[in-house]
């Protein structure tokens, strides 16, 4: 189904061999220590993988939704949290790619590919699932905006450099009155609550984020005011495909986890990889997570042809398939391992914990089917 050219393949290679060398190393610790890894960051900046999405004149390599989500896969793979930093990076940055003005691409962009962080925040304390009934609300008053509310779980949200940040400017008008904006750090009145103590993804940041008269530049709202509903459920979209590709790297490597585990541990005089009833375990893992992949990819190539009315409903399908096949997986890994599955000496249990998640974050799963079934009985 996939022919990769040379680059594309050069460029797996690469974060193939990285993931193995420095990422997979790190991964039990940063979630032991619930640690930021700024040495990935800075690992990710050398090696131009920070936002391989971002055309090459803003000093990204201009990639393909297809082969970011390979390298999502390829991180995930091995750590997660790893993936996820990646994933933050592109929902935080493509908001500006998709609805700046060139002004505000061309101001912040680059930044993004040389370290500076992004994040997205659109969901509130009040406003999970029903994202439309945000309370945060944007004023202008001349050349800036007055901004008051709060967000939370944002990734990324108190390391990021610049937050792609939705409210409402005319909440009279739901849909059409939310506005984004790009808020830099240090803007006046933003301010950051807590960072969450997770059950999974602990290398990863999630803050709580609060806007207490915060200004901010007409400059640095994201388009017109009214657009903010469409850029975020078009980041949304690619969150899903990203996040599938998570999914589906999380749910590969638990399976060469389990496979490796079960040639080499003995039972009843012989490996148990040699007893049907494991066989058939990783038979099912193996060809779940294989269709989630096909999927995935599949949602990603609608992506890059531009092929607007498949893609939520594709984006969706993936997300929730991918998870779902996530969680099951890891969970049966975990089986495959026996005891020792679920000991921190192996990381299975570490993925049965990031695969949770990810039937949670960028709409949850209940949500994903909601959108699918919405997208099938269109007229
Ligand atoms: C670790 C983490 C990272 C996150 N990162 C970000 C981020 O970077 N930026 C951001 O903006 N948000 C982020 N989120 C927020 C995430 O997208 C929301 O948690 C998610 O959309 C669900 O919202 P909620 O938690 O308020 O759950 P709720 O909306 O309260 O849902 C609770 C339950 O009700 C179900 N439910 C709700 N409505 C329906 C319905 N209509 N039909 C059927 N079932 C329904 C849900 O599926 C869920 O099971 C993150 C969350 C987590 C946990």
């Not at 500076?116 to 008053?141: N, Q, Y």
């Not at 750090?185 to 997770?198: A, F, M």
């Not at 020792?340 to 914990?353: I, N, V």
Request: hydrophobic residues 40%; charged residues 25%.
């Amino acid at each position: 189904m996939i022919e990769l050219n040379e680059e594309q393949r050069m460029i797996l290679d690469t974060v193939r061999g990285m993931a193995r060398e420095k990422i997979r190393p790190r991964a039990a610790e940063i979630d032991e220590k619930q640690e930021f890894p700024w040495d990935t960051v800075k690992l990710y900046t050398e090696n131009g993988l920070l936002t391989p999405l971002l055309p090459e004149k803003y000093g990204g390599i201009g990639a393909e939704y297809l082969l970011f989500c390979m390298i999502i896969e390829e991180i995930a793979k091995v750590c997660a949290s790893s993936a996820l930093i990646l994933i933050a990076q592109a929902d935080g940055m493509l908001p500006i790619l998709m609805g700046g003005s060139d002004e505000l691409k061309e101001r912040l962009l680059p930044g993004f590919a040389a370290g500076r962080l992004a994040a997205f925040a659109a969901t509130e304390p009040g406003a999970g699932s029903d994202a439309l009934s945000m309370k945060t609300r944007a004023a202008r008053e001349g050349d800036h905006y007055v901004i008051n509310g709060q967000k939370c779980f944002t990734t990324n949200g108190s390391v990021a450099d610049v937050i792609s940040l939705y409210t409402y400017t005319d909440p009279e008008r739901k849909f059409k009155g939310l506005t984004a904006f790009a808020v830099e750090k240090g803007s006046k009145g933003l301010s950051y609550g807590k960072n969450e103590n997770k059950m999974g993804m602990r290398g990863s940041i999630n803050s709580e984020l609060f806007f207490d008269d915060m200004i901010v530049p007409v400059e640095n709202r994201i388009g017109e005011e009214g657009e903010g509903a469409v850029n975020m459920m078009a980041a949304l979209n690619t969150s899903r495909a990203f996040a599938a590709a998570q999914a589906v790297g999380l749910a590969q490597g638990a399976i060469d986890e389990a496979v490796s585990y079960a040639k080499q541990r003995v039972q009843f005089g012989r490996p148990i990889a040699r007893l049907q009833g494991i066989q058939f375990m990783l038979a099912d893992m193996a060809a779940n997570t294989e269709a989630a992949r096909l999927l995935t990819y599949q949602a990603a190539k609608y992506l890059d042809r531009g092929e607007h009315r498949r893609i939520p409903g594709a984006c969706a399908m993936a997300k929730f398939i991918a998870s779902d096949t996530a969680m099951k997986v890891t969970t049966d890994a975990v089986q495959v391992m026996g005891g020792s599955g679920y000991m921190k000496d192996f990381p299975l249990e570490r993925m049965m914990r990031d695969a949770k998640l990810i039937q949670i974050y960028t709409g949850t799963n209940q949500i994903m089917r909601l959108v699918t079934a919405r997208e099938l009985l269109k007229e």
